[in-house]
Nanobody, 124 residues
Framework: QVHLVESGGGLVQAGGSLRLSCKAS????????MGWFRQAPGKARDFAAA?????????IYADSVKGRFTISRDNAKNTVYLQLDSLKPEDTGVYYC????????????????WGQGTQVSVSS
């Protein structure tokens, strides 16, 4: 069982940056695909980014965040990061850290473990 705890959310002006962190415990961190989803008010959870297990050689991004967000992992710290740059008001939402020991995917159903989320608010 993997336990995920996010941090780093907050309120920022459009064009600003934030770095989200997700600390994992209870599993072999390097063996999990890690990712981030986000949920805007009144909308479904959408995929943002994912990084492959082990060294994290492969990353995938939603088109809406490509070029602005960067996912990375530090296996020694059991932590995955999401760097958010050039933020827009439409990036506002709760950001969830996720983990999967099965596959790398855009689908929320492929991720077995979810954190509680951290709020990101971007003002115009």
């Amino acid at each position: 069982q993997v336990h995920l705890v996010e941090s780093g959310g907050g309120l920022v002006q459009a064009g600003g940056s934030l770095r989200l962190s997700c600390k994992a415990s209870g599993g072999t961190f390097s063996s999990y695909v890690m990712g981030w989803f986000r949920q805007a008010p009144g909308k479904a959870r959408d995929f943002a980014a994912a990084i492959s297990w082990s060294s994290g050689d492969t990353t995938i991004y939603a088109d809406s965040v490509k070029g602005r967000f960067t996912i990375s992992r530090d296996n020694a710290k059991n932590t995955v990061y999401l760097q958010l740059d050039s933020l827009k008001p439409e990036d506002t939402g709760v950001y969830y850290c996720v983990a999967s020991d099965r596959k790398m995917s855009h689908m929320p159903t492929d991720y077995d473990y979810w954190g509680q989320g951290t709020q990101v608010s971007v003002s115009s």
